[in-house]
């Protein structure tokens, strides 16, 4: 599975930025892609994820500013982040999890960057 992400940038506190993340290949058992994010000295950490049902989850430093969305179809997903925040600015990767018979298995984008000045 190969995954892409796009729409990092520079924006002002307050502002929006949209993250999109497409995966292609071997996509017939994926089971779920989400967003995470890793700031300079911290570890990696779960933003939101969306379920092949469409359930979401998000971290609860985000809830009520990020929407996470997916367009099965073609195995697309986007995160609207709104009112950013200068904590926001990390690097932030698409994860897409593959379930099979044989278990699972993650597959990662190269990162876009997202910096939030105040």
């Known amino acids: 599975v190969h995954v892409v992400e796009s729409g990092g940038g520079l924006v002002q506190a307050g502002g929006s930025l949209r993250l999109s993340c497409a995966a292609s290949?071997?996509?017939?058992?994926?089971?779920?892609m989400g967003w995470y994010r890793q700031a300079p000295g911290k570890q990696r950490e779960l933003v939101s994820t969306?379920?092949?049902?469409?359930?979401?989850e998000y971290a609860d430093s985000v809830k009520g500013r990020f929407t996470i969305s997916r367009i099965n179809a073609n195995n697309t997903i986007y995160l609207q982040m709104n009112s950013l925040k200068p904590e926001d600015t990390a690097v932030y990767f698409c994860?897409?999890?593959?379930?099979?018979?044989?278990?699972?298995?993650?597959?990662w984008g190269q990162g876009t960057q997202v910096t939030v000045s105040s």
């Open positions: 994860n897409v999890l593959v379930r099979g018979t044989w278990g699972t298995k993650n597959f």
């Open positions: 969306i379920n092949n049902g469409g359930r979401t």
């Open positions: 290949g071997s996509t017939l058992s994926i089971n779920r």
